[in-house]
């Protein structure tokens, strides 16, 4: 893409700093015509204010809506909803309202990979670039993982991989991706979208400009309603991507031939050989030969925070998955299990707005002690006898370190977000392994 997009723009504000926000202010302090730069932050004390360019203004605490009337483009952090009133007011005025991908896809002059969904996206982004990278291309990784799209572009790639959220998608029209995947669709973030449709919506919006579709045969939700070429993977269906038997064992296929036996996999469960077949078809579909990164798709290890096991000692596996911030992730957690004792389950957080109760059948086929803590625990203590309150994670870990024997398994998978007691789920997830590492 050229600059071109810029042409008229003189009057940028910025809403929202942080990481992304400074991400923003940089990359347009970069561009060859200078732009006047402001940034409003409603909280009082916005993370990274200390690293802001001295000449770029900065109000913080409340809004500024003459700032926001006057601007030629307003960039809109994804943790702020379009629905906001003074957005609202932005867009009412004609005044356009992108987000950090937008401008991402504005300047990107290489193949972009990228990936949504539910649950799983952030495992497949990070896989998706370690098989690329073994198959030997420079590869930058980001988006709504680790680096901002636009500090991406100060490294010299071969091909780009993003992860990207709905709340990301919404501010995104341009992004025209090689091969683009929406994993799966299961509840979440209902208390930002109008219910499962509008969510869908605005995951939908990754294959508006991509080459190549990546779907899930399994969950037809995935589907664009556009007659764009559809690629699609399996577990249960004989697909261009799918699972099936050869030579006596469960193998994965890419288009009719076998690539590697499942069970040659690294990572544990079933939603990671699903996750192993869009690696496969995201980079295939890029032009990737993937035969040559197979060793690196064999031996991935998982990320952290994701089903991750943090101490094994005496027999008893402590396991962080504390990004399972919504119900499908704990399920999918669940799903993998192979426990000879019980499982020390912990849940709790902020619900979100989510119905727990899809939980119940399956906790119900457990050997479990379910372990409820903070702001929504309550509403998870009705789906199993054993369920027992606590108000921390420490209380949780204390307790539970005097009662665990040989063969059972501790597992934070929290199917909640972390902001009532943490920054983020890695604050979350950090503690528990250090609380893990303390009591084990």
């Not at 993003?162 to 025209?176: D, I, R």
Request: net charge negative; charged share 20%; glycine share 8%.
């Amino acid at each position: 893409m050229t600059t071109d997009r810029w042409q008229g723009i003189e009057k940028v504000v910025v809403v929202g700093l942080g990481i992304t926000g400074l991400s923003v202010v940089k990359h347009i302090a970069s561009l060859p015509n200078s732009k006047q730069i402001k940034v409003i932050d409603t909280r009082p004390k916005p993370p990274g204010s200390e690293a802001l360019p001295a000449e770029v203004e900065l109000h913080s605490g409340s809004w500024r809506l003459d700032w926001l009337l006057a601007a030629d483009l307003v960039v809109s952090n994804p943790g702020i909803a379009l629905a906001t009133p003074e957005i609202q007011q932005v867009i009412a005025a004609g005044i356009p309202v992108v987000g950090d991908v937008e401008l991402f896809a504005w300047q990107v002059d290489k193949p972009v990979i990228a990936i949504t969904g539910s649950n799983g996206k952030s495992t497949v982004t990070d896989w998706t670039g370690q098989v690329a990278k073994a198959a030997g291309l420079k590869v930058g990784v980001g988006g709504n993982i680790g680096v901002p799209a636009l500090d991406l572009l100060n490294q010299s790639a071969d091909l780009y991989v993003l992860e990207l959220s709905s709340f990301q998608l919404e501010t995104t029209s341009s992004l025209a991706p090689i091969a683009a995947t929406f994993l799966n669709l299961s509840e979440d973030h209902m208390d930002r979208y109008e219910g499962m449709e509008d969510y869908r919506q605005a995951k939908l919006r990754i294959f508006d400009h991509a080459q190549a579709c990546i779907v899930n045969a399994d969950d037809k939700q995935t589907y664009p309603q556009s007659d764009k070429k559809r690629v699609e993977f399996s577990l249960n269906h004989r697909t261009q991507y799918c699972v099936a038997e050869h030579q006596g064992c469960e193998h994965l296929f890419k288009q009719g031939q076998p690539l590697c036996p499942t069970q040659a996999l690294s990572l544990v469960g079933r939603h990671n050989v699903a996750n192993a077949l869009v690696v496969i078809a995201l980079l295939s579909e890029a032009g990737v030969a993937i035969e040559k990164g197979l060793t690196a798709l064999k031996s991935y290890q998982g990320l952290t925070h994701r089903c991750q096991v943090v101490v094994d000692n005496q027999g008893i596996k402590w396991v962080n998955d504390s990004k399972a911030t919504n119900v499908a992730s704990t399920l999918a957690a669940l799903a993998g299990l192979h426990i000879a004792g019980k499982l020390y389950l912990l849940v709790g957080g902020v619900g979100k707005g989510a119905d727990f109760s899809e939980l119940e059948p399956v906790l119900a086929t457990l050997n479990l002690q379910l372990c409820c803590f903070g702001q929504d625990g309550d509403q998870f203590m009705s789906l199993h006898a054993s369920a027992k309150r606590f108000t921390t994670m420490e209380e949780i870990i204390q307790w539970v370190a005097s009662q665990v024997t040989s063969g059972d398994m501790v597992l934070l998978s929290p199917a909640c977000a972390s902001f009532d007691q943490f920054d983020n789920f890695m604050a979350r997830g950090d503690l528990f392994t250090q609380l893990a590492n303390a009591y084990a």
